[in-house]
């Protein structure tokens, strides 16, 4: 082959090495576009033989290396280093000694600073501001706790809560803001009342927040069997009306039907022995023994499953103001008093810490229009406008602002300050 550069034209050549040994001589130019022939210029031209025509230009990127899942990745990388080291423990056990640290050790929960939650209930407001119409609002947080004096049992916060989520639903969402809305939205329905009991002697396998969710699952699958597609709301309630002491969980199902459909309320007993069967099947299936339902031919004790319903406005009021109630103060002082109690203060107060006892099904799954108790989602349903969440401020403020005017109620627990900033109205 000719060479086309001049002496002057030549530099140095680099010496690479072929895969299969010898040296090649390559001719550094800047404008050169083509690699050579093997032996240019020192010896005989390239024969077909050659293979070092298969070697990457010297000038060209290296070709990236495949890529490898990334488990394999991480595989090879680890199998290049410490082999020695890795022969004497596993890949698994090094991996989670040394990469991933798992602490076996959960925090221990604090009874007594868990108990005292509710000597800081209602001493701080939620400060809120709209940006639509620049107003302040204020509304006072609780602690939410049964045992507080302000917000467990009848007639206190948790009970007023709750009843106002269940008019909610009853209100498509809307919350409903005086008495005569809520005779309103109570008159467009009329409700089917089943109440899931458990036998006394098989109560103990559902004292824990486990045990509680199964039964609630049990009485969930039976409605859903037997009257597919209702808009059903259920209540889970652990003691009774005559015993605080004794653990005795029940769960109470509403089913709301939209009045004016000719829906027959009687059910014939047909229908009832087929409730009473699947939910008899469904505690055996929990582990209960010697129960039955009263289509069933097995021996057992027949199982307690109580129906009623209502069809006025009033009590369909009724149904909800009992069927919400919560738990108070009165029970936490029943237990403290009794020499077993203990047991009951532990399941109530730590087991079931965040417990959901108000659940919706069926139709009413999805629609849940108060998920969280988000004083935020409250303020917006009532005032009609987005707000968001810019402090907290003292109740004694709170106080002095009503005191002095500045405040004014619009709500339970819910007060305005109005914008001094005066916005020029279209004309």
């Given at each position: 082959?000719?060479?086309?550069?001049?002496?002057?034209?030549?530099?140095?050549?680099?010496?690479?090495?072929?895969?299969?040994?010898?040296?090649?001589?390559?001719?550094?130019?800047?404008?050169?576009?083509?690699?050579?022939?093997?032996?240019?210029?020192?010896?005989?031209?390239?024969?077909?033989?050659?293979?070092?025509?298969?070697?990457?230009?010297?000038?060209?990127?290296?070709?990236?290396?495949?890529?490898?899942?990334?488990?394999?990745?991480?595989?090879?990388?680890?199998?290049?280093?410490?082999?020695?080291?890795?022969?004497?423990?596993?890949?698994?056990?090094?991996?989670?000694?040394?990469?991933?640290?798992?602490?076996?050790?959960?925090?221990?929960?604090?009874?007594?600073?868990?108990?005292?939650?509710?000597?800081?209930?209602?001493?701080?407001?939620?400060?809120?501001?709209?940006?639509?119409?620049?107003?302040?609002?204020?509304?006072?947080?609780?602690?939410?706790?049964?045992?507080?004096?302000?917000?467990?049992?009848?007639?206190?916060?948790?009970?007023?809560?709750?009843?106002?989520?269940?008019?909610?639903?009853?209100?498509?969402?809307?919350?409903?803001?005086?008495?005569?809305?809520?005779?309103?939205?109570?008159?467009?329905?009329?409700?089917?009342?089943?109440?899931?009991t458990v036998p006394e002697k098989d109560r103990y396998r559902f004292m824990s927040r486990e045990g509680l969710n199964k039964l609630f699952g049990v009485a969930r699958r039976t409605i859903k069997d037997l009257f597919p597609g209702s808009r059903v709301h259920a209540y889970m309630h652990t003691v009774g009306d005559k015993d605080l002491l004794k653990f005795?969980?029940?769960?109470?199902?509403?089913?709301?039907?939209?009045?004016?459909?000719?829906?027959?309320?009687?059910?014939?007993?047909?229908?009832?022995?087929?409730?009473?069967?699947?939910?008899?099947?469904?505690?055996?299936?929990?582990?209960?023994?010697?129960?039955?339902?009263?289509?069933?031919?097995?021996?057992?004790?027949?199982?307690?499953?109580?129906?009623?319903?209502?069809?006025?406005g009033r009590k369909v009021l009724h149904k909800i103001n009992y069927m919400t109630r919560p738990l108070g103060p009165e029970h936490l002082e029943a237990w403290r008093q009794n020499i077993d109690g203990q047991k009951m203060i532990d399941l109530h107060v730590q087991e079931l810490k965040g417990f959901q006892y108000m659940r919706s099904w069926d139709r009413?799954?999805?629609?849940?229009?108060?998920?969280?108790?988000?004083?935020?989602?409250?303020?917006?349903?009532?005032?009609?406008?987005?707000?968001?969440?810019?402090?907290?401020?003292?109740?004694?403020?709170?106080?002095?602002?009503?005191?002095?005017?500045?405040?004014?109620?619009?709500?339970?627990?819910?007060?305005?300050?109005?914008?001094?900033?005066?916005?020029?109205?279209?004309?």
């Amino acid at each position: 082959m000719i060479n086309k550069l001049s002496p002057d034209e030549k530099k140095s050549a680099l010496f690479l090495s072929p895969l299969q040994g010898g040296k090649i001589p390559y001719i550094l130019d800047e404008n050169l576009r083509f690699r050579p022939e093997p032996g240019f210029d020192d010896g005989s031209p390239a024969g077909p033989l050659d293979k070092c025509w298969n070697d990457p230009e010297p000038w060209a990127p290296e070709t990236p290396p495949e890529q490898l899942p990334l488990i394999e990745q991480y595989i090879n990388d680890i199998s290049d280093l410490g082999r020695d080291e890795w022969l004497q423990e596993s890949y698994l056990e090094h991996l989670t000694q040394t990469h991933i640290p798992i602490c076996d050790e959960t925090p221990e929960f604090d009874l007594k600073s868990e108990m005292s939650t509710p000597e800081k209930c209602s001493k701080v407001y939620n400060s809120l501001y709209a940006r639509l119409s620049t107003n302040l609002y204020h509304v006072l947080l609780h602690c939410m706790k049964f045992w507080c004096e302000k917000c467990g049992g009848k007639k206190k916060k948790i009970h007023k809560r709750r009843k106002k989520l269940t008019y909610r639903k009853i209100n498509r969402g809307k919350t409903i803001m005086n008495r005569a809305e809520i005779r309103a939205a109570a008159g467009r329905w009329v409700i089917r009342q089943f109440v899931f009991t458990v036998p006394e002697k098989d109560r103990y396998r559902f004292m824990s927040r486990e045990g509680l969710n199964k039964l609630f699952g049990v009485a969930r699958r039976t409605i859903k069997d037997l009257f597919p597609g209702s808009r059903v709301h259920a209540y889970m309630h652990t003691v009774g009306d005559k015993d605080l002491l004794k653990f005795n969980p029940h769960v109470n199902v509403h089913i709301f039907l939209p009045k004016g459909e000719g829906v027959k309320l009687k059910l014939s007993p047909e229908i009832l022995d087929a409730v009473k069967d699947r939910f008899a099947r469904g505690l055996r299936n929990l582990g209960c023994s010697d129960i039955r339902g009263p289509g069933e031919s097995i021996t057992g004790k027949m199982v307690d499953v109580h129906y009623s319903y209502a069809s006025k406005g009033r009590k369909v009021l009724h149904k909800i103001n009992y069927m919400t109630r919560p738990l108070g103060p009165e029970h936490l002082e029943a237990w403290r008093q009794n020499i077993d109690g203990q047991k009951m203060i532990d399941l109530h107060v730590q087991e079931l810490k965040g417990f959901q006892y108000m659940r919706s099904w069926d139709r009413w799954a999805g629609c849940n229009y108060y998920d969280t108790e988000s004083t935020i989602k409250e303020v917006e349903s009532v005032i009609g406008e987005p707000v968001e969440h810019i402090g907290f401020t003292p109740a004694s403020d709170i106080q002095k602002m009503i005191t002095a005017g500045i405040l004014e109620k619009i709500g339970e627990d819910l007060y305005m300050q109005r914008s001094k900033v005066k916005r020029n109205r279209s004309p």
